[in-house]
């Protein structure tokens, strides 16, 4: 997969919260180092270790996540990322339907490319680079594997308990890659797309899943919702800080 390929899958995958230039550097890690966390449930005999990820950081924090991951993998953990990008065929018709959708919550369409216009300015912060899962070690090939919901699947959940998503003339006028201006009452339950549906999904996965030890590296704040749930199933936190 080459590098454009890894960026834009990536922001199919979990750029969907805002972050400002200054929150992006405040928030940003040098290593991952000193951020894993590990869960253990000793009924079931399973291990599974948190990596929270910024997703807008420097190389070499990036970098710093290779060797855990191919660590663990060698160790025979599976290893799963996030990616709300899609996992089926679709016709363009669709995609380009649910792109819009997805944008009315988020505020920009999630492609990285140099002609888009609607992405945050935070996106393109000086010696600052999108997260790149080459660079962290993740490869499909090796068996790593996604675990989340794609984007037609989380408007398909939202459109089943609160309706169809209306597009406006603006929506429909206003083309991906332009600047994101129009009006939006979804922005409210952007939350409700970007972490509720997609941790509940995680963790109902993990406990049907038969796989012992896993890896997790999700977006930090994937780890407030998955968490307690975890607690909830037995596990118990013997590694890193809540």
């Known amino acids: 997969m080459n590098s454009k390929k890894l960026i834009i899958f990536l922001l199919g995958t979990s750029l969907l919260w805002n972050c400002q230039p200054l929150l992006v550097k405040l928030i940003s890690k040098k290593s991952i180092h000193n951020q894993v966390k590990t869960l253990t449930n000793e009924n079931q005999e399973s291990t599974i270790v948190f990596m929270p990820a910024v997703h807008t950081g420097k190389a070499s924090y990036y970098k710093s996540f290779q060797p855990i991951v191919d660590s663990l993998r060698g160790q025979g953990y599976q290893i799963y990322v996030e990616s709300i990008a899609y996992q089926e065929e679709l016709s363009e018709k669709d995609k380009l339907m649910y792109n819009k959708k997805i944008r009315k919550f988020i505020g920009y369409y999630t492609a990285y490319t140099n002609e888009n216009e609607s992405l945050p300015k935070e996106f393109k ?77 995680i963790v109902q996965q993990l406990t049907q899943k038969e796989e012992k030890n896993v890896v997790l590296i999700y977006g930090k704040r994937h780890w407030y919702s998955i968490y307690p749930e975890l607690i909830k199933k037995g596990y118990q936190l013997i590694e890193g800080k809540i």
């Open 125 to 201: 912060m000086k010696n600052y680079m999108l997260q790149d899962y080459a660079m962290m070690g993740i490869n499909k090939s090796k068996g790593d594997k996604i675990l989340d919901l794609p984007k037609n699947k989380l408007i398909d959940k939202y459109e089943s308990e609160f309706g169809e998503i209306e597009l406006t003339d603006c929506d429909h006028n206003t083309s991906l890659d332009s600047k994101y201006t129009c009006d939006s009452e979804y922005k409210k339950h952007m939350y409700l797309l970007t972490n509720e549906y997609r941790d509940e999904y």
